[in-house]
């Protein structure tokens, strides 16, 4: 039983492990143009989420 469980649960710890868009952009920002820069990034992007949070389930028809 547990080797038919072995490509869902990698495939799940996967997914879970990986870096979403934003954390790749803030990476990415603060290695090009510098801590700042990344700093300014990372407070409109905590700004901005619970605005757009509450918008999804009625997108998805919930």
Do not use: E, N
Request: glycine fraction near 8%.
């Amino acid at each position: 039983m547990l080797t038919s469980l072995r490509l869902p649960l990698t495939c799940t710890a996967a997914l879970v492990a990986s870096p979403g868009p934003a954390t790749l952009a803030i990476a990415d920002t603060s290695m090009k143009a510098g801590r700042r820069v990344g700093l300014a990034l990372v407070l409109g992007s905590l700004v901005r989420k619970p605005f757009w949070s509450p918008r999804l389930p009625r997108a998805a028809g919930r």
